[in-house]
């Protein structure tokens, strides 16, 4: 009897040690992949290259498979969610009183902030596009639709969400990119003005 208690004990130790190496391991994956995320977050055009390439990687496989449609449709119903929150502002307007300038005599600059903003709207959109891909290894997944259907349902519901957007950009007057906005740093126009003023 005791020899069975001991060695069910034996079990639970051995069990509970090979549980903590399990969370050892995943901690310290989780930790190296932190650090990849955070080396890439100042290198935009590096990340929407990695983007790219996994979107093209997506295409070439579906393509060649010619099957996993109904995949690729929830995939782009989640992509035009996630470029919604990418356009919208992070206070809508419309619930909680104007807090973006109207006009342009308004005496404080108030910048967009996004719902969603550009790394967790890459990070999203990657990662969704990594698991479709692995979607695709499962024959379950492959349900057997009239792909044209489910294409011209997203592209018509794409322009209609887009256009609902772009009126709301219109009545609230917002731009959620930072195009043609003047920059002001030390080589610049404005920086050499502020230097011979300060050189008087």
Known sequence: MDRGFSGAGMDEGGGSEGANKLAAIQAQ?????QQVLDKLTP????RWG???????????RVRLLEG?????YGLGIYLLNRLI??????????????TLPSKSSDQEFKPFQRRLPEFKFWY???????IAF???FFSVFDVPV??????????????????RQIRHMIKHRYLPFSFGKQKYGSGGKAGGQSVSKDAK
């Open 68 to 72: 996993f449609y109904i995949v690729t």
């Open 134 to 136: 692995c979607m695709t």
């Open 29 to 33: 994956l989780n930790s190296r992949f």
């Open 50 to 60: 990695i983007f790219a390439f996994v979107v093209l990687l997506y295409a070439l």
């Open 146 to 163: 009239f792909w044209p259907i489910l294409l011209i349902y997203w592209v018509m519901l794409f322009f209609i969400t887009m256009k």
């Open 124 to 130: 999203s959109c990657t990662k969704a596009f990594v």
């Open 85 to 98: 929150g990418f356009l919208s502002p992070m206070v809508d307007p419309e619930l909680e009183g104007p």
């Open 43 to 46: 290198r935009t055009h590096v």
